[in-house]
């Protein structure tokens, strides 16, 4: 399927699949995970007290890093879903109803 606007820039395949399903499937599946991550990290880093190991410090670190990488993933799943909707609206866009 050739889209509109984009040539071949590669030597991919003509039948190369796109790997939107993929990311899509990856962003479902692990960001609730990085956002549970993020919870647990700041609450055990909130009750840890001076002397604990890990470090309430270290603890924050990976709470943010949790964080982040949930951000990553929402982002990454709103970029996919707006390129499988544009693709949707792109295929069927030359065919008229009766």
């Known amino acids: 399927m050739r889209i509109p606007g984009r040539s071949r820039t590669g030597t991919e395949p003509v039948t190369a699949r796109s790997p ?4 899509l499937l990856l962003s479902v599946l692990y ?3 990085f956002l549970a991550g993020t919870v647990f990290f700041a609450l055990w ?5 001076p002397g604990d190991s890990p470090s309430a410090d270290s ?3 990976v709470a943010w890093i949790c964080a982040v990488l949930t ?3 929402l982002i990454d799943l709103f970029v996919v879903l707006m390129r499988r909707r544009r693709e949707r609206e792109g ?6 109803g009766p």
Do not use: H, M
């Open 31 to 33: 960001t609730p995970v």
């Open 91 to 96: 295929a069927g866009g030359g065919r008229r």
């Open 20 to 23: 939107l399903g993929l990311r």
């Open 71 to 73: 951000a990553v993933g």
């Open 59 to 61: 603890l924050r670190t």
């Open 45 to 49: 880093a909130a009750d840890s007290g």
